[in-house]
T-cell receptor
């Protein structure tokens, strides 16, 4: 089946530094990838939608200069949290969309837990 | 605007019994998709079941079935013969049919299976 990986699974960084999270579709080509943020015991909040080779579309209230998204290939998207602060600590989940078939199902990565100290 | 509502923040069920997790949705689209995901404490999102708006029969996947009532705009998840490993957070989601086909998630229901 469709597998999506994320790296790293956990990261701790100091306030003011930047951290990059990778999302890879391992066995299919994903023209669209999605980035979500999840606070403890809360639902997934869509941050942005990225299409291969074009600029990401950010949801309202998400700072695009803070959360840089690059989707350089059909199997890789990256999220860079720039100048991270403790309030950026969260669980970040990516998903990749398989546009074949009627379901347009999203396949989710295992998530990355970011802690900013 | 599209919306997913899960009114049960937490549920308990006895092992081996069935449980129904509620999900209602709001959309003006004629074509849409409904999904259920399980999220254990590890955080991964596990796909459980899918129902398309034009599917005439309720979806079933093993112990999971989706009670789809289109007129009521409800898509409840039924888990039969609950197991201890079913304890997790459950999310209902709807796929938008416009543009990027992004998902809209409900707030989730935390299910605890009791031994």
């Amino acid at each position: 089946g469709a597998v999506v990986s994320q790296h790293p699974s956990r990261v701790i960084c100091k306030s003011g530094t930047s951290v990059k999270i990778e999302c890879r579709s391992l066995d299919f080509q994903a023209t669209t990838m999605f980035w979500y943020r999840q606070f403890p015991k809360k639902s997934l909040m869509l941050m942005a939608t990225s299409n291969e080779g074009s600029k990401a579309t950010y949801e309202q209230g998400v700072e695009k200069d803070k959360f840089l998204i690059n989707h350089a290939s059909l199997t890789l998207s990256t999220l860079t949290v720039t100048s991270a602060h403790p309030e950026d600590s969260s669980f970040y989940i990516c998903s990749a969309s398989d546009v074949q078939g009627a379901k347009y199902e999203q396949y989710f990565g295992p998530g990355t837990r970011l802690t900013v100290t | 605007a599209q919306k997913i509502t899960q009114t049960q923040p937490g549920m308990f069920v006895q092992e081996k019994e069935a449980v129904t997790l509620d999900c209602t949705y709001d959309t003006s689209d004629q074509s849409y998709g409904l999904f259920w995901y399980k999220q254990p404490s590890s955080g991964e999102m596990i796909f459980l079941i899918y129902q398309g708006s034009y599917d005439e029969q309720n979806a079933t996947e093993g112990r999971y079935s989706l009670n789809f009532q289109k007129a009521r705009k409800s898509a409840n998840l039924v888990i039969s013969a609950s197991q201890l490993g079913d304890s997790a957070m459950y999310f209902c989601a709807m796929r938008s049919t416009s543009g990027t086909y992004k998902y809209i998630f409900g707030t989730g229901t935390r299910l605890k299976v009791l031994a």
